[in-house]
């Protein structure tokens, strides 16, 4: 079993920054992806980066040169830096983790506001 926790959401003005944290516990050798998803009201769950065993990273096209993902494997932690907000990344956020056996984890999801 694996558990997740995240930290870091609030609310910024368009513009600003906010720095996302997940520290997953837990049998945690068999993750081999951390990546961070965001869902608005009414939309689906979409994937807003995610990093690999292998240090590989992928981004959303909305968020690519605005947003960078980093993690410390000693830690099982993943970070989401967040700069040049925008009033449509306001969403709940969410750190989800993959293990070997493609079962998924989640954390209860932190809400970010970037207002205009």
């Known amino acids: ?3 997740v926790q995240e ?3 609030g609310t910024v003005q368009a513009g600003g920054s906010l720095r996302l944290s997940c520290t997953a516990s837990g049998r945690t050798f068999t993750l081999y992806a951390m990546g961070w998803f965001r869902q608005a009201p009414g939309k689906e769950r979409d994937l807003v980066a995610r990093i690999w065993l292998s240090g590989q990273t992928t981004y959303a096209d909305s968020v690519q040169g605005r947003f960078e993902i980093s993690r410390d494997a000693a830690k099982d932690a993943v970070y989401l830096q967040m700069d040049a ?3 449509e ?3 709940v956020y969410y750190c989800g983790v993959t293990g070997y056996g493609g079962i998924d984890y989640w954390g209860q999801g ?3 506001t970037v207002s205009s």
Do not use: E, F, H
Request: hydrophobic share 35%; glycine share 14%; charged share 15%.
């Open 1 to 3: 079993q694996v558990q």
């Open 7 to 9: 930290s870091g959401g």
């Open 85 to 87: 907000l925008k009033p």
């Open 89 to 91: 990344d306001t969403a």
């Open 110 to 112: 932190i809400q970010v």
